[in-house]
């Protein structure tokens, strides 16, 4: 039975060997083989057996292996896996012969270098793995027969550096590792030839720097691993050729920065690791385009600031990580940060420094499942700010800091409500009471004031002046009060070293409340920005409204215009220019006011670009004080300068002989213009003409007036006129002719003259002058009928502008550019249609005169002290209103 047995066996065995034999050489004595596979594997073997033909596949991994073991292959046209993982192999065997493998591993060897020659032209390798050697070199071009491959391996070796160009010719390559290897540097177009690479990559290395273009020539890659390197910076340069990339992960370097736009070129990204790097702010544009990716890890950052934008354009976002970084105000006291992420399903916030929740920390996020929010030592959670979560499940709150004052109740309904229960330990540590109290177990109706930070005084909004210094002022308080810490925040970052003054002070209540200022000593362009200010005590922060400060300049001169002085006709240049920030606005008056006379008259320009202020054909009436104005939102400067226009003296109009019946008054008119004003002297026969009772001046001296002509006023009047650039004369002659029929006593009648000179505003050449003599006899009333239409004699008027001389009331007011709505009044009040007839009326009589000069005053001293005035004369001017009267008293003429 044992015998038989025994036969079977042996015979089965030979059969087996037969067979092999007839293969052609049998399995090696030491190893086990199977079909095509030989596994000589952990045989303590020092040289290669000797190995059947036909084998495809041959481990010879574990051994000990040295050196040499290229003619152990020889001949094996069928080996198409060859392992020698765990040996002693210093150098790569050399495989020219083999046409047949594919697959080639030599992990765990002492091999120090890839030099040329190992492998044939068209080699048929597909993949080849050599991790964990020693491999320093890889020879320039060593790979180039390796045209097939499509895996290779180069984990754990010492590669410093890799020879440029040494992909070209994998074009079939798929998948390349480099990591834990010793890369500092990814040259431009190094990896150029890897047109189907997929995966690549070179974690725990010491690259630093990635040159632009590192990865050009890519088409394919979709994973990229860069973690555990020195990178520092992220750029669009290095993107180029990372269109198809799906998953990158940079996490474990010393990225600080990335720039905008850098993802622009990789929009096809879906997952993105930023873990474990050195961020310190998102902001708008940092993570522009990525409209595609689904999960980001940011954990394990220093990110304190997000800005509004930071996550807007990831509208596909279904994961975030940002625990383990210095997050507060952005979940405290913003409005909407992550309102785009509708997609969000994972969002972990854990460990952060987020002290309360503000109502509108997560709006947006109405599909987050999970929400972890643990170790941060949240004291308070505002209403509604887990509203718009309607699909959450589980929410993470481990804090024992919780305020559970009235304002935290509602959390009670809303967790029994929503989530799962389990994941919330979050205790109360205010007040007293329920210290320690899990928050679903609080009881809703014992609840006490909230002794957060109060804020009482906002920072304001202001413009700083730029090199002085500027303050904003925030103030506190609690109930109870408590000791409170300020931070002063500027733009959503806080600000380092910032000089701050802080103070607790008493109200008038007897409460104290704390201040904190924030001192700017020396106002600088960048300055400028939001600050806030941060109010934390043991149970919170408050955030104070944000206070803009934008820094301003005062304007300041680089040019002023100076007095000129011209004659008329000539042009007129003025020049005035200012700078300051933001620049400063040129305006210009004259004299204070709008109106200029040279724009009316065209003959003026104003050019703001060259700061030039033109008046051509300049004319007396340009004469002023022009004002240049520089404005800008620091204020205003004015520089004055005067305008001086010399002409010479010269007649308005030239002057006429008159004749006048004794008796009668009579009014000699030297009317002038020059600049300076001429001085004017009347001489009579000659010899300089003294003013008496019944000779007197007026209008400046310009109006003669002889009331009562005697024959002895007959004679030749000469006006002569004096300035500066000259003097002229002119001279009449007047007659006396006897006197008429009428006579009239004196002492019956009653005088009445009005006189007023009205000058309006055009200008000082335009002078009104009314002189109105009017006597009247008292008891004759025949001849105070004849008389009286007579004896008004009416208005000598002047205008310069016109030759044609008016009628003193009518034309009054026309002729007035005063606004002064008296005028009218004036002219009617001057008629003398409605002229008393009782002497004891007074005749109240009302002119306007603009622009200085009056002459009535002086009228009134130079009339004949007999001559008690029964006048009232009253005089508006422009500016300051003012009235003269005089009463109406009998008098003799
Ligand atoms: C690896 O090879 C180097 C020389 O290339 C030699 O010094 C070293 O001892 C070898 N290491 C092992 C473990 O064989
Ligand atoms: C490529 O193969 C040819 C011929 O087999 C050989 O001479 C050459 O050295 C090989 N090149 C490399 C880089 O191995
Ligand atoms: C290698 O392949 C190229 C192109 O496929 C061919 O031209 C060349 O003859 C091949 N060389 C060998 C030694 O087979
Ligand atoms: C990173 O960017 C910063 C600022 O742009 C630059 O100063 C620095 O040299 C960059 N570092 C590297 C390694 O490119
Ligand atoms: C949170 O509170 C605990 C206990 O009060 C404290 O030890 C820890 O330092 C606090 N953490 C932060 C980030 O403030
Ligand atoms: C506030 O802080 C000061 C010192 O920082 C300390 O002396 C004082 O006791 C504190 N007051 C309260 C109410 O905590
Ligand atoms: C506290 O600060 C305010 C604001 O700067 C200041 O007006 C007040 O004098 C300060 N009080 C004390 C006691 O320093
Ligand atoms: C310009 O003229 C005004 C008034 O005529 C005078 O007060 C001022 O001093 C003058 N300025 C200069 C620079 O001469
Ligand atoms: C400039 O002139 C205006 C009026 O023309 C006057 O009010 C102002 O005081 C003047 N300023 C200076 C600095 O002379």
Request: include cysteine; proline fraction near 4%; glycine fraction near 4%.
């Amino acid at each position: 039975m044992g015998c038989s047995h025994l036969l079977t066996i042996v015979t089965i065995v030979l059969l087996i060997r037969i067979s092999v034999q007839n293969e052609n050489i049998e399995c090696p004595l030491k190893c086990d083989c199977l079909e095509q596979y030989v596994d000589c594997s952990k045989k303590n073997l020092v040289s290669v057996p000797r190995i059947p033909k036909w084998v495809g596949k041959l481990d010879l991994s574990y051994n000990k292996l040295t050196k040499d073991v290229t003619d152990g292959f020889y001949g094996l046209l069928s080996l198409q896996s060859l392992k020698l993982d765990k040996n002693a192999l210093t150098s790569i065997p050399t495989f020219l012969h083999q046409n047949q493998i594919e697959e080639i591993s030599m992990n765990r060897n002492n091999i120090s270098a890839i030099d040329v020659g190992h492998f044939p032209e068209n080699s048929t390798i597909k993949s080849l793995s050599l991790n964990s050697n020693h491999i320093k070199v890889i020879e320039e071009g060593a790979l180039n027969n390796l045209t097939n491959l499509v895996i290779l391996k180069l984990n754990r070796n010492e590669i410093v550096s890799l020879p440029n160009q040494l992909f070209k010719h994998q074009s079939n390559l798929k998948i390349l590792e480099l990591n834990h290897n010793k890369i500092h540097v990814i040259t431009a177009m190094l990896f150029k030839g890897l047109s189907s690479l997929e995966t690549l990559k070179i974690k725990y290395n010491n690259i630093e720097n990635i040159m632009d273009g590192a990865f050009f020539g890519f088409k394919s890659v979709n994973l990229l691993q860069l973690d555990h390197n020195g990178i520092q910076n992220i750029s669009k340069g290095w993107m180029y050729g990372l269109e198809s990339m799906t998953t990158l992960s940079l996490s474990n370097n010393l990225i600080t920065q990335i720039d905008f736009g850098s993802w622009e070129l990789c929009t096809s990204l879906e997952e993105l690791d930023l873990s474990h790097n050195y961020l310190i702010e998102i902001e708008g544009r940092t993570f522009q385009h990525l409209t595609n990716l689904h999960t980001l890890n940011l954990s394990y950052n220093n990110i304190s600031a997000i800005l509004q934008e930071a996550f807007s354009h990831m509208v596909q976002l279904q994961v975030l990580f940002l625990n383990r970084n210095k997050i507060s105000w952005t979940v405290e006291n913003m409005s909407g940060p992550f309102s785009k992420l509708q997609n969000l399903v994972k969002f972990n916030l854990s460990d952060n420094h987020i002290k309360s929740i503000s109502s509108r920390a997560f709006e947006g996020l109405s599909n987050v499942v999970e929400l972890d929010l643990r170790s941060n030592n949240i004291t308070s959670i505002q209403q509604h700010a887990f509203n718009s979560m309607s699909k959450i499940k589980k929410l993470y709150l481990n804090s024992s800091s919780l305020l559970c004052d009235c304002k935290l109740l509602w959390i009670v309904k809303w967790i029994r409500d929503k989530v799962e229960q389990k994941y919330i330990t979050a205790t109360c540590a205010y007040p007293a009471e329920v210290r320690g109290v899990v928050i679903s177990r609080l009881k809703e109706d014992n609840c006490g004031d909230s002794p957060k930070p109060r804020i009482t005084e906002h920072p304001k909004t202001h413009l700083a002046i730029k090199n002085r210094s500027a303050n904003l002022v925030c103030s506190a308080t609690s109930n109870p009060f408590s000791n409170m810490t300020f931070l002063w925040r500027k733009n959503n970052g806080n600000i380092s070293n910032p000089r701050v003054y802080e103070n607790v002070t008493l109200t008038e209540h007897g409460k104290p409340h704390a201040t904190s200022v924030l001192v700017i000593p020396d106002v600088t362009h960048s300055d400028s920005g939001k600050y806030q200010c941060v109010v934390s005590n043991k149970f919170g922060t408050t955030y104070s409204s944000k206070a803009k400060v934008d820094i301003v300049t005062f304007p300041r001169f680089t040019q002023t215009p100076i007095n000129v002085t011209v004659k008329t006709g000539d042009t007129v240049t003025l020049n005035c220019a200012a700078t300051g920030d933001p620049p400063p606005e040129i305006s210009w008056k004259k004299d204070g006011g709008n109106d200029f006379p040279a724009a009316r008259e065209r003959r003026m320009n104003v050019m703001p670009t060259d700061h030039l202020f033109f008046i051509v054909n300049a004319k007396t009436s340009d004469m002023g004080i022009y004002s240049c104005a520089a404005k800008n939102s620091a204020g205003t400067i004015i520089a004055n300068a005067t305008l001086s226009v010399l002409q010479e003296p010269s007649f308005i109009r030239v002057m006429e002989n008159k004749e006048v019946t004794s008796g009668d008054s009579v009014v000699l008119q030297c009317m002038i213009t020059g600049s300076p004003k001429p001085v004017l002297k009347w001489l009579k026969n000659g010899s300089p003409i003294v003013p008496t009772e019944r000779h007197f001046f007026t209008a400046d001296d310009q109006v003669f007036v002889i009331i009562g002509a005697e024959s002895s006023d007959a004679g030749h009047y000469e006006c002569e006129i004096t300035n500066k650039l000259g003097t002229k004369k002119d001279m009449i002659e007047l007659k006396v002719l006897p006197p008429v029929a009428i006579m009239v006593k004196e002492e019956d009648m009653t005088g009445i003259i009005i006189i007023t000179v009205v000058c309006c505003a055009v200008g000082t050449s335009i002078i009104w002058v009314v002189i109105i003599y009017h006597t009247r006899r008292r008891m004759a009333g025949a001849v105070h009928n004849n008389f009286t239409s007579e004896s008004v004699k009416m208005t000598q008027v002047v205008h310069s502008d016109s030759d044609s001389p008016h009628m003193f009331p009518d034309n009054l007011s026309e002729h007035s550019s005063c606004k002064d709505s008296g005028t009218g009044d004036s002219a009617k009040q001057t008629s003398f249609d409605g002229m008393p007839t009782d002497r004891s009326e007074q005749v109240h009589f009302e002119t306007t005169v603009c622009r200085s000069y009056s002459p009535v005053p002086e009228a009134h001293k130079l009339l004949p002290s007999s001559f008690k005035p029964s006048i009232q004369v009253c005089v508006n001017t422009c500016v300051t209103p003012a009235t003269y009267s005089f009463s109406s008293q009998s008098g003799n003429v």
